[in-house]
């Protein structure tokens, strides 16, 4: 039995070896973006950590194998899509994100699962996700109405 411990604790310490690159690289406010307060309160609270630069740490966040699964996450939904580098992100790119956005919100896709279960605060109610729908819904007009008209206009 203590062979069994020992060979645990010896593989979640060798683990801790492989730390994955956190970082949280520097906003350029011309390019991040702002929108209302209410809005910007709710991406705060329940999207900036995966997709933004403005992601905040908690003291888990080195310890193997969480570390692996929030750097995964932090990649990818930069990635996706990324609130801080918004007036960069191409418009056709942005449609497609944007519907998506308000699909995810609405069937409880997004925020993650695994990450609500340690952020409590940031489930979305049903006022939430009426207020990011109707932005969603907004920039989507501002880009030039849905994604079926984008595309009719590039055709
Ligand atoms: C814990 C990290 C995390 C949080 C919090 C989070 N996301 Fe994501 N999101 C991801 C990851 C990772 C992806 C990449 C695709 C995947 O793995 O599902 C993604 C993908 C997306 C996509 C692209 C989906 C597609 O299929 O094209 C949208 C849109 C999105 N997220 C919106 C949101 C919104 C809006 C919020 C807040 C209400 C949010 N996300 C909160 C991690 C997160």
Known sequence: MKAVIYTVLGVFALMQVIRPDFNTPPVDPKVALHADPKVMTI???????????????PWYHNVAPVSWIMADHITKGRQAIDFSNWANIDASVKLKRLERAKQTVHNDMMPKHEYLLMHKNAVLNAHDKQILDQFFDEQIKALGGSLTTMKAINS
């Open 43 to 57: 991406l705060k609270t329940s999207c900036y950590d995966c997709h933004s630069s403005q992601t905040h740490y």
